[in-house]
Protein backbone atom coordinates (compact mmCIF):
# COMPACT_ATOMS: atom_id res chain seq x y z
CA UNK A 1 0.00 0.00 0.00
CA UNK A 2 1.33 3.26 -1.10
CA UNK A 3 1.74 5.88 1.55
CA UNK A 4 1.83 9.45 1.18
CA UNK A 5 3.46 11.37 3.78
CA UNK A 6 3.68 14.93 3.66
CA UNK A 7 7.07 16.70 3.71
CA UNK A 8 6.52 19.21 6.50
CA UNK A 9 5.76 16.41 9.20
CA UNK A 10 8.89 14.43 7.89
CA UNK A 11 10.97 16.91 8.34
CA UNK A 12 8.89 17.68 11.76
CA UNK A 13 9.46 13.96 12.87
CA UNK A 14 13.23 14.34 12.23
CA UNK A 15 13.43 17.88 14.40
CA UNK A 16 15.35 19.04 10.97
CA UNK A 17 13.57 22.44 10.33
CA UNK A 18 10.29 23.94 11.14
CA UNK A 19 7.08 22.99 9.12
CA UNK A 20 5.85 24.13 5.66
CA UNK A 21 3.29 26.19 6.81
CA UNK A 22 2.25 27.34 10.58
CA UNK A 23 -1.12 25.58 12.47
CA UNK A 24 -4.39 27.36 12.41
CA UNK A 25 -4.84 29.60 15.85
CA UNK A 26 -5.32 27.54 19.25
CA UNK A 27 -8.10 28.44 21.96
CA UNK A 28 -5.66 28.20 25.02
CA UNK A 29 -5.54 24.68 25.99
CA UNK A 30 -6.93 23.44 23.16
CA UNK A 31 -10.14 24.21 20.80
CA UNK A 32 -13.16 23.33 23.48
CA UNK A 33 -11.56 24.94 26.57
CA UNK A 34 -14.40 25.54 29.17
CA UNK A 35 -13.99 29.61 29.76
CA UNK A 36 -12.85 30.22 33.95
CA UNK A 37 -15.26 32.48 36.01
CA UNK A 38 -12.67 33.15 38.66
CA UNK A 39 -9.49 34.71 38.01
CA UNK A 40 -6.31 32.64 39.86
CA UNK A 41 -3.79 35.09 38.32
CA UNK A 42 -1.25 35.10 40.92
CA UNK A 43 -1.40 31.62 42.22
CA UNK A 44 0.36 27.98 41.46
CA UNK A 45 -1.36 24.56 40.67
CA UNK A 46 0.70 21.92 40.71
CA UNK A 47 0.60 18.54 38.46
CA UNK A 48 1.90 15.24 40.29
CA UNK A 49 3.35 12.50 38.44
CA UNK A 50 5.73 9.41 39.19
CA UNK A 51 6.69 6.34 37.12
CA UNK A 52 9.39 4.45 36.17
CA UNK A 53 11.40 6.88 33.89
CA UNK A 54 14.87 4.48 34.21
CA UNK A 55 13.80 1.19 34.27
CA UNK A 56 11.99 -1.25 31.39
CA UNK A 57 9.41 1.43 30.66
CA UNK A 58 11.69 4.12 29.93
CA UNK A 59 11.83 3.83 25.98
CA UNK A 60 7.76 5.24 26.21
CA UNK A 61 8.01 7.41 29.70
CA UNK A 62 11.11 9.42 29.10
CA UNK A 63 8.91 11.35 25.84
CA UNK A 64 5.59 11.45 28.21
CA UNK A 65 8.41 13.69 30.43
CA UNK A 66 9.49 15.40 27.61
CA UNK A 67 5.51 16.08 26.82
CA UNK A 68 4.55 17.21 30.19
CA UNK A 69 7.34 19.44 30.07
CA UNK A 70 6.75 21.30 26.69
CA UNK A 71 2.96 21.42 27.41
CA UNK A 72 3.07 22.94 30.19
CA UNK A 73 5.51 25.69 29.26
CA UNK A 74 3.19 26.28 26.36
CA UNK A 75 0.06 26.98 28.26
CA UNK A 76 1.88 29.03 31.04
CA UNK A 77 2.45 31.62 28.22
CA UNK A 78 -1.36 30.81 27.41
CA UNK A 79 -2.33 31.58 30.53
CA UNK A 80 -2.00 28.29 32.81
CA UNK A 81 -5.32 27.30 34.38
CA UNK A 82 -7.32 30.29 34.89
CA UNK A 83 -4.33 32.71 35.30
CA UNK A 84 -3.01 30.17 37.31
CA UNK A 85 0.83 28.61 36.69
CA UNK A 86 1.17 25.06 36.31
CA UNK A 87 3.86 23.80 38.01
CA UNK A 88 5.34 19.87 37.68
CA UNK A 89 6.29 17.41 40.63
CA UNK A 90 7.66 14.50 38.83
CA UNK A 91 9.62 11.94 40.43
CA UNK A 92 11.45 8.03 39.20
CA UNK A 93 10.27 4.72 40.80
CA UNK A 94 12.96 2.53 37.57
CA UNK A 95 9.74 0.22 37.15
CA UNK A 96 10.43 -0.78 41.21
CA UNK A 97 7.31 -1.17 43.30
CA UNK A 98 8.75 -0.16 46.59
CA UNK A 99 9.79 3.03 44.68
CA UNK A 100 6.27 3.44 43.63
CA UNK A 101 5.21 2.84 47.10
CA UNK A 102 7.71 4.89 48.93
CA UNK A 103 6.82 7.98 46.65
CA UNK A 104 3.05 7.70 47.34
CA UNK A 105 3.97 7.79 51.22
CA UNK A 106 5.78 11.13 50.28
CA UNK A 107 3.00 12.72 47.83
CA UNK A 108 0.18 11.76 50.20
CA UNK A 109 1.72 13.71 53.10
CA UNK A 110 1.72 16.73 51.17
CA UNK A 111 0.07 20.08 52.19
CA UNK A 112 -2.23 20.56 50.68
CA UNK A 113 -2.36 17.19 49.44
CA UNK A 114 -2.00 16.67 45.17
CA UNK A 115 -5.49 17.26 43.73
CA UNK A 116 -4.65 14.47 41.15
CA UNK A 117 -1.52 11.88 40.09
CA UNK A 118 -0.87 11.22 36.85
CA UNK A 119 0.24 7.32 36.90
CA UNK A 120 1.98 5.85 33.73
CA UNK A 121 1.73 1.65 34.68
CA UNK A 122 -1.01 -1.29 35.63
CA UNK A 123 1.53 -2.17 38.46
CA UNK A 124 1.09 1.21 40.14
CA UNK A 125 -2.14 1.63 39.81
CA UNK A 126 -2.94 -1.90 40.94
CA UNK A 127 -0.68 -1.35 44.15
CA UNK A 128 -2.16 1.91 45.27
CA UNK A 129 -6.03 1.33 43.96
CA UNK A 130 -7.14 0.98 47.41
CA UNK A 131 -4.87 3.63 49.42
CA UNK A 132 -5.79 6.42 46.71
CA UNK A 133 -9.51 6.13 47.58
CA UNK A 134 -8.88 6.33 51.24
CA UNK A 135 -6.18 9.57 50.91
CA UNK A 136 -9.14 11.04 48.47
CA UNK A 137 -6.43 11.60 45.63
CA UNK A 138 -7.94 10.77 42.21
CA UNK A 139 -5.31 9.28 39.47
CA UNK A 140 -5.12 9.54 35.34
CA UNK A 141 -3.08 7.19 33.93
CA UNK A 142 -2.29 5.39 30.17
CA UNK A 143 -3.03 2.18 31.42
CA UNK A 144 -5.79 -0.23 31.29
CA UNK A 145 -5.72 -2.80 33.70
CA UNK A 146 -9.18 -3.96 35.33
CA UNK A 147 -8.09 -4.49 38.72
CA UNK A 148 -6.99 -0.98 38.62
CA UNK A 149 -10.00 0.67 37.94
CA UNK A 150 -12.68 -1.81 38.92
CA UNK A 151 -11.28 -3.49 41.71
CA UNK A 152 -10.60 -7.79 41.60
CA UNK A 153 -14.14 -8.25 41.15
CA UNK A 154 -14.45 -5.52 38.96
CA UNK A 155 -17.45 -4.17 40.54
CA UNK A 156 -16.04 -0.97 42.13
CA UNK A 157 -15.10 1.52 39.83
CA UNK A 158 -12.92 3.59 42.18
CA UNK A 159 -10.41 6.88 41.91
CA UNK A 160 -8.73 5.78 38.88
CA UNK A 161 -9.48 6.60 35.54
CA UNK A 162 -7.84 5.69 32.15
CA UNK A 163 -7.00 7.45 28.87
CA UNK A 164 -7.09 4.50 26.87
CA UNK A 165 -9.36 1.34 26.59
CA UNK A 166 -8.79 -1.81 28.83
CA UNK A 167 -6.85 -4.16 27.74
CA UNK A 168 -9.44 -6.66 27.74
CA UNK A 169 -11.51 -4.68 25.64
CA UNK A 170 -8.91 -3.68 23.16
CA UNK A 171 -8.28 -7.13 22.68
CA UNK A 172 -11.98 -7.97 21.85
CA UNK A 173 -12.04 -4.79 19.44
CA UNK A 174 -9.14 -6.97 17.52
CA UNK A 175 -10.77 -9.75 17.50
CA UNK A 176 -14.28 -8.55 16.08
CA UNK A 177 -11.70 -6.61 13.41
CA UNK A 178 -10.23 -9.93 12.82
CA UNK A 179 -13.20 -11.86 11.80
CA UNK A 180 -13.99 -9.94 10.04
CA UNK A 181 -10.54 -8.67 7.98
CA UNK A 182 -9.07 -11.92 8.12
CA UNK A 183 -9.69 -13.55 4.19
CA UNK A 184 -10.59 -10.16 2.91
CA UNK A 185 -8.55 -7.74 3.41
CA UNK A 186 -5.40 -9.45 4.96
CA UNK A 187 -5.91 -12.01 2.35
CA UNK A 188 -5.72 -14.89 4.35
CA UNK A 189 -7.09 -18.54 4.68
CA UNK A 190 -8.15 -21.16 7.60
CA UNK A 191 -9.27 -19.66 10.53
CA UNK A 192 -7.83 -16.97 12.94
CA UNK A 193 -5.70 -18.85 15.83
CA UNK A 194 -4.09 -16.10 18.20
CA UNK A 195 -1.83 -16.49 21.14
CA UNK A 196 -0.53 -14.45 23.28
CA UNK A 197 3.10 -13.84 23.99
CA UNK A 198 3.72 -11.22 25.92
CA UNK A 199 5.60 -9.47 28.81
CA UNK A 200 5.51 -11.09 32.55
CA UNK A 201 3.44 -9.22 34.79
CA UNK A 202 0.50 -7.60 35.30
CA UNK A 203 -0.06 -5.15 32.43
CA UNK A 204 1.75 -8.37 30.04
CA UNK A 205 -1.47 -10.90 31.13
CA UNK A 206 -4.17 -8.70 31.23
CA UNK A 207 -5.48 -9.34 28.21
CA UNK A 208 -5.58 -13.24 28.95
CA UNK A 209 -8.56 -14.17 30.15
CA UNK A 210 -11.85 -16.11 30.44
CA UNK A 211 -14.03 -13.21 28.96
CA UNK A 212 -12.04 -12.23 26.20
CA UNK A 213 -11.12 -16.06 25.15
CA UNK A 214 -14.99 -16.53 24.92
CA UNK A 215 -15.80 -13.17 22.85
CA UNK A 216 -13.48 -13.83 20.66
CA UNK A 217 -14.54 -17.60 20.16
CA UNK A 218 -17.93 -15.97 19.39
CA UNK A 219 -16.33 -13.96 16.78
CA UNK A 220 -14.97 -16.93 15.39
CA UNK A 221 -11.03 -16.33 16.32
CA UNK A 222 -9.78 -19.17 18.72
CA UNK A 223 -7.57 -18.27 21.44
CA UNK A 224 -4.78 -21.02 21.29
CA UNK A 225 -2.97 -19.86 24.96
CA UNK A 226 -0.06 -18.12 26.58
CA UNK A 227 3.17 -17.23 26.38
CA UNK A 228 5.44 -14.65 28.80
CA UNK A 229 8.53 -13.27 29.10
CA UNK A 230 10.44 -10.96 31.39
CA UNK A 231 11.00 -7.58 30.06
CA UNK A 232 15.00 -8.01 30.30
CA UNK A 233 14.93 -11.03 28.13
CA UNK A 234 16.77 -11.55 24.50
CA UNK A 235 15.30 -14.61 22.93
CA UNK A 236 11.64 -15.61 22.67
CA UNK A 237 12.14 -17.79 19.54
CA UNK A 238 10.94 -20.79 22.45
CA UNK A 239 7.94 -18.73 23.32
CA UNK A 240 6.99 -18.28 19.77
CA UNK A 241 7.23 -22.15 18.78
CA UNK A 242 5.10 -22.91 21.67
CA UNK A 243 2.49 -21.05 20.24
CA UNK A 244 2.79 -22.21 16.91
CA UNK A 245 2.81 -25.57 17.97
CA UNK A 246 -0.45 -25.23 19.26
CA UNK A 247 -1.57 -23.30 15.82
CA UNK A 248 -1.56 -20.12 16.02
CA UNK A 249 -1.03 -17.96 12.59
CA UNK A 250 -1.64 -14.68 15.28
CA UNK A 251 0.36 -13.49 17.99
CA UNK A 252 -0.85 -10.58 20.09
CA UNK A 253 1.24 -8.61 22.71
CA UNK A 254 0.50 -6.60 25.95
CA UNK A 255 4.39 -5.42 25.63
CA UNK A 256 6.13 -1.70 24.87
CA UNK A 257 8.88 -0.82 21.89
CA UNK A 258 11.33 -3.37 23.38
CA UNK A 259 8.99 -6.21 24.06
CA UNK A 260 7.30 -6.14 20.42
CA UNK A 261 10.61 -5.51 18.82
CA UNK A 262 12.10 -8.53 20.25
CA UNK A 263 9.02 -10.74 19.00
CA UNK A 264 9.12 -9.26 15.69
CA UNK A 265 12.77 -10.12 15.18
CA UNK A 266 12.52 -13.52 16.44
CA UNK A 267 9.48 -14.37 13.79
CA UNK A 268 12.33 -13.09 11.32
CA UNK A 269 15.18 -15.45 12.47
CA UNK A 270 12.52 -18.03 12.34
CA UNK A 271 11.26 -17.57 9.06
CA UNK A 272 7.85 -17.15 10.14
CA UNK A 273 7.27 -13.73 9.17
CA UNK A 274 4.67 -13.50 6.55
CA UNK A 275 3.43 -16.71 8.43
CA UNK A 276 2.63 -14.98 11.56
CA UNK A 277 0.36 -12.02 11.99
CA UNK A 278 1.75 -9.70 14.60
CA UNK A 279 -0.36 -7.54 16.48
CA UNK A 280 -1.09 -5.92 20.47
CA UNK A 281 -2.64 -3.10 22.51
CA UNK A 282 -2.20 0.36 21.55
CA UNK A 283 1.45 0.88 22.55
CA UNK A 284 2.77 -1.81 19.60
CA UNK A 285 1.82 1.41 17.13
CA UNK A 286 4.45 3.48 18.16
CA UNK A 287 7.65 4.94 16.64
CA UNK A 288 9.63 3.58 19.48
CA UNK A 289 8.06 -0.10 17.71
CA UNK A 290 9.39 1.32 14.62
CA UNK A 291 12.65 2.49 15.21
CA UNK A 292 13.69 -0.77 17.59
CA UNK A 293 12.46 -2.56 14.84
CA UNK A 294 15.11 -1.53 12.00
CA UNK A 295 17.65 -3.55 13.64
CA UNK A 296 16.23 -6.67 11.90
CA UNK A 297 15.44 -6.86 8.13
CA UNK A 298 13.03 -9.10 6.47
CA UNK A 299 14.33 -10.79 3.30
CA UNK A 300 12.26 -7.94 1.46
CA UNK A 301 14.57 -4.98 2.96
CA UNK A 302 11.71 -3.61 5.63
CA UNK A 303 12.11 -3.63 9.13
CA UNK A 304 11.03 -6.77 11.32
CA UNK A 305 8.42 -4.53 12.60
CA UNK A 306 6.86 -3.56 9.12
CA UNK A 307 3.27 -4.28 8.81
CA UNK A 308 2.09 -5.09 12.85
CA UNK A 309 -1.56 -4.18 13.16
CA UNK A 310 -3.66 -2.81 16.58
CA UNK A 311 -5.43 -0.51 18.47
CA UNK A 312 -5.37 2.77 17.49
CA UNK A 313 -7.53 4.95 20.03
CA UNK A 314 -6.39 8.45 19.57
CA UNK A 315 -5.40 10.56 16.37
CA UNK A 316 -2.00 9.84 15.08
CA UNK A 317 0.55 12.24 14.47
CA UNK A 318 0.58 11.77 10.77
CA UNK A 319 -2.71 13.07 10.82
CA UNK A 320 -3.32 16.81 10.37
CA UNK A 321 -5.82 18.31 13.00
CA UNK A 322 -5.24 21.37 14.58
CA UNK A 323 -4.53 19.44 18.03
CA UNK A 324 -1.69 17.51 16.36
CA UNK A 325 -0.49 20.51 14.49
CA UNK A 326 0.17 22.23 17.62
CA UNK A 327 1.40 19.47 18.99
CA UNK A 328 4.35 18.98 16.46
CA UNK A 329 4.68 22.58 16.27
CA UNK A 330 5.78 22.65 20.33
CA UNK A 331 7.63 19.44 19.38
CA UNK A 332 9.93 20.83 16.78
CA UNK A 333 10.08 24.29 18.75
CA UNK A 334 11.65 22.27 22.08
CA UNK A 335 14.05 20.41 19.30
CA UNK A 336 13.04 16.94 20.47
CA UNK A 337 14.45 13.51 18.91
CA UNK A 338 12.84 11.29 16.77
CA UNK A 339 12.76 9.05 19.25
CA UNK A 340 10.14 11.44 21.13
CA UNK A 341 8.03 11.25 18.01
CA UNK A 342 5.41 8.80 19.60
CA UNK A 343 2.24 8.34 21.52
CA UNK A 344 3.87 8.92 25.27
CA UNK A 345 4.58 12.67 23.75
CA UNK A 346 1.51 13.18 22.20
CA UNK A 347 -0.34 11.58 26.07
CA UNK A 348 1.91 13.48 28.01
CA UNK A 349 0.69 16.79 25.97
CA UNK A 350 -3.15 15.53 26.50
CA UNK A 351 -2.91 14.65 30.09
CA UNK A 352 -1.86 18.50 30.64
CA UNK A 353 -4.99 19.75 28.48
CA UNK A 354 -6.99 17.53 30.35
CA UNK A 355 -5.93 18.59 33.86
CA UNK A 356 -6.42 22.44 32.89
CA UNK A 357 -9.96 21.91 31.72
CA UNK A 358 -10.72 19.34 34.63
CA UNK A 359 -9.17 21.94 37.28
CA UNK A 360 -11.37 24.70 35.55
CA UNK A 361 -14.41 22.89 35.67
CA UNK A 362 -13.82 21.84 39.21
CA UNK A 363 -13.10 26.03 40.02
CA UNK A 364 -15.78 27.00 38.62
CA UNK A 365 -18.26 24.38 40.02
CA UNK A 366 -16.88 25.20 43.68
CA UNK A 367 -14.55 27.76 43.88
CA UNK A 368 -10.62 27.57 44.33
CA UNK A 369 -10.98 27.47 48.22
CA UNK A 370 -13.11 25.10 47.71
CA UNK A 371 -11.03 22.87 45.06
CA UNK A 372 -9.63 19.45 46.54
CA UNK A 373 -9.11 15.65 44.94
CA UNK A 374 -12.40 14.82 46.33
CA UNK A 375 -14.30 17.56 44.09
CA UNK A 376 -11.72 17.09 41.16
CA UNK A 377 -13.43 13.25 41.41
CA UNK A 378 -16.99 14.11 41.29
CA UNK A 379 -15.56 16.47 37.72
CA UNK A 380 -14.11 12.98 36.13
CA UNK A 381 -17.46 11.47 37.16
CA UNK A 382 -19.39 13.53 34.19
CA UNK A 383 -16.62 14.40 32.58
CA UNK A 384 -17.12 14.35 28.42
CA UNK A 385 -14.38 16.32 26.75
CA UNK A 386 -12.15 16.08 23.82
CA UNK A 387 -8.25 16.43 24.60
CA UNK A 388 -6.18 19.01 22.31
CA UNK A 389 -9.63 19.21 20.22
CA UNK A 390 -10.31 15.66 19.60
CA UNK A 391 -6.84 13.85 19.71
CA UNK A 392 -7.78 12.04 22.85
CA UNK A 393 -11.80 11.26 23.34
CA UNK A 394 -13.02 10.95 27.08
CA UNK A 395 -16.54 10.33 28.54
CA UNK A 396 -16.14 8.84 32.04
CA UNK A 397 -19.17 8.75 34.60
CA UNK A 398 -19.94 7.15 37.62
CA UNK A 399 -19.61 3.87 36.75
CA UNK A 400 -17.02 4.11 33.60
CA UNK A 401 -13.28 4.42 34.18
CA UNK A 402 -11.78 4.20 31.13
CA UNK A 403 -11.78 5.76 27.13
CA UNK A 404 -13.43 3.22 25.36
CA UNK A 405 -13.05 4.92 21.92
CA UNK A 406 -11.01 2.62 18.78
CA UNK A 407 -9.88 2.18 15.26
CA UNK A 408 -7.44 -0.61 14.25
CA UNK A 409 -4.34 1.01 13.40
CA UNK A 410 -1.16 -0.54 11.36
CA UNK A 411 2.87 0.21 11.67
CA UNK A 412 4.66 0.69 8.26
CA UNK A 413 7.21 3.25 6.91
CA UNK A 414 7.10 6.32 5.11
CA UNK A 415 6.97 6.55 1.58
CA UNK A 416 8.11 9.07 -1.43
CA UNK A 417 5.85 10.15 -4.26
CA UNK A 418 7.91 6.98 -6.13
CA UNK A 419 6.49 4.40 -3.84
CA UNK A 420 10.00 4.01 -2.25
CA UNK A 421 10.69 4.20 1.41
CA UNK A 422 12.01 7.56 2.56
CA UNK A 423 15.59 7.55 4.32
CA UNK A 424 17.11 10.07 6.59
CA UNK A 425 19.63 10.71 8.39
CA UNK A 426 19.47 11.68 12.29
CA UNK A 427 22.07 11.63 14.91
CA UNK A 428 24.68 10.08 12.27
CA UNK A 429 21.89 7.00 11.68
CA UNK A 430 20.14 6.53 8.46
CA UNK A 431 16.51 5.86 8.95
CA UNK A 432 13.53 4.99 8.03
CA UNK A 433 10.41 7.23 9.33
CA UNK A 434 7.59 4.81 11.02
CA UNK A 435 3.83 5.80 10.23
CA UNK A 436 0.70 4.73 11.73
CA UNK A 437 -1.62 4.29 9.45
CA UNK A 438 -5.48 4.12 10.22
CA UNK A 439 -7.27 0.77 8.93
CA UNK A 440 -10.73 1.74 10.00
CA UNK A 441 -11.30 5.39 9.45
CA UNK A 442 -13.99 5.85 12.24
CA UNK A 443 -13.85 5.79 15.72
CA UNK A 444 -15.74 2.70 17.72
CA UNK A 445 -16.85 1.42 20.84
CA UNK A 446 -15.02 -1.30 22.67
CA UNK A 447 -16.43 -4.17 23.71
CA UNK A 448 -16.91 -3.97 27.40
CA UNK A 449 -14.99 -7.15 28.61
CA UNK A 450 -14.35 -6.86 31.63
CA UNK A 451 -15.90 -9.61 34.21
CA UNK A 452 -19.85 -9.02 34.39
CA UNK A 453 -18.80 -6.18 31.47
CA UNK A 454 -22.33 -5.66 28.79
CA UNK A 455 -20.46 -7.46 26.32
CA UNK A 456 -19.12 -10.56 27.55
CA UNK A 457 -20.61 -14.01 26.48
CA UNK A 458 -23.19 -15.30 28.85
Same mark, same amino acid.
Request: charge should be negative; hydrophobic fraction near 40%.
Given at each position: MRIRFLSGILVLALALMALNAAPAALAQGGMMRTECKEDLTGKTITLHTFGDLSGPFAPITQPLAAGFADAIKYYNEKGGICGAKIALQQDDTAGRQEQTQSLYQRYR?????PLMLLLYSSA?????REQVAEDQIPVFLFAGS?? %? @??GEKADKPGWIFAGIPLYTDQFGAFCRWLSKAWTTELGRSGKPKIGHLSWEGAFGRSTETPETTAYCAAQGVEVVGGEYFLPTATDVTAQINNLVKKGANVLFTTSLA???ALIARDLVTLGLEDEILLSGVNWVLDS?? %? @???QATLKPDGLPSTDN???ILPYVWWDEQTEGIKLVQEQFTANQRPLTARGIAYLAGFGAVDTYIELITRTVNRVGFAKLSGAEVKKTFENFQYEALGGVFKYNFTETVRAQNQVRIGRLTYARGADGKPVVVEAGGRKLLVPVVVPVTKEFETAPDLKPGGADVVK
Open positions: AFDPKDAELLTI %G @LYSGTSV %G @LLGIYG
